[in-house]
């Protein structure tokens, strides 16, 4: 009973608002969850409804775990943020990155024989695939809507690991991921990389410094106007 007393005073004293702490020690009233929940909805769906992309997804803000990802159910097609990505991305152009890569992924899982129950599998057998065309398409998604595409570079920067192999894991390389990107940008919305609003951020510097030998290749491949595909490291 005295228990009892205690939660419903710190309730009282905490303005009503229930508060989940999770195993990770995560703390979050439900009036910041619900914010939380809100500010990635109205991205997911800025992004869906500027584009005009008519299949249906949901976008789920999930604060159980500080897990630094995100994902997209072939199932019911529920695109999965998780509260440790959340806590890296500072600004709306990061999330529509991440929302609009996952996008893509939702996007494919429409398509196919039995209302692509396969795309599990496709995805298996070429994953890389998948990821460089969800990170273009995240590009296009980001643009149409209003969000600064360079924004996917800082993003991915800050959050991806770099592997040793790309053919060891399921997703090729971050730097190659991160080039791809750059390239794509700098062919189809040059604009931003000439007038960069991100030139001076810490993470997308990082970029530029880790990246010099990649992009004196970008740049010989443009030099030479060259159709080639570049490898880069
Ligand atoms: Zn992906």
């Keep these: 009973m005295k228990k009892i007393l205690v939660l419903i005073f710190a309730l009282v004293i905490t303005g009503l608002s229930?508060?989940?702490?999770?195993?990770?020690?995560?703390?979050?009233?439900?009036?910041e969850l619900e914010a939380l929940q809100r500010h990635v909805n109205e991205i997911?769906?800025?992004?869906?409804?500027?584009?005009g992309i008519d299949?249906?997804?949901?976008?789920?803000f999930d604060n159980s775990t500080k897990t630094i990802n995100a994902g997209t159910s072939n199932f019911?097609?529920?695109i999965v943020l998780y509260r440790g990505l959340y806590n890296m991305l500072e600004e709306d152009d990061e999330i529509a990155a991440v929302l609009g890569h996952e996008i893509s992924h939702g996007i494919d899982?429409?398509?196919?024989?039995?209302?692509?129950?396969?795309?599990?599998?496709?995805?298996?057998?070429t994953p890389r695939k998948y990821e460089y065309k969800a990170d273009k398409r995240a590009v296009d998604y980001m643009v149409n809507a209003g969000y600064n595409p360079v924004a996917m570079i800082v993003m991915m920067n800050k959050v991806l690991g770099q592997n040793r192999y790309d053919w060891w894991f399921t997703y090729p390389l971050a730097s190659r991921r991160m080039m791809q990107v750059y390239e794509?940008?700098?062919?189809?919305?040059?604009?931003?990389?000439?007038?960069?609003?991100?030139?001076?951020?810490?993470?997308?510097?990082?970029?530029?410094?880790?990246?010099?030998e990649n992009r004196a290749k970008f740049q010989?491949?443009?030099k030479t106007k060259s159709t080639k595909k570049v490898k880069y490291q």
Excluded: H, W
Aim: hydrophobic share 30%; aromatic share 22%.
């Design 55 to 60: 299949k249906r997804m949901v976008f789920i």
């Design 76 to 78: 019911n097609r529920s």
């Design 18 to 31: 229930a508060v989940f702490a999770t195993s990770d020690g995560l703390l979050t009233t439900s009036k």
């Design 109 to 125: 899982s429409y398509d196919g024989i039995f209302k692509g129950a396969f795309t599990g599998c496709r995805y298996f057998f």
């Design 220 to 222: 010989e491949k443009v």
């Design 184 to 212: 794509y940008i700098y062919t189809k919305y040059p604009e931003y990389l000439a007038n960069n609003k991100y030139k001076n951020n810490l993470y997308y510097q990082n970029f530029l410094l880790t990246s010099k």
């Design 44 to 51: 997911g769906y800025n992004l869906l409804n500027s584009n």
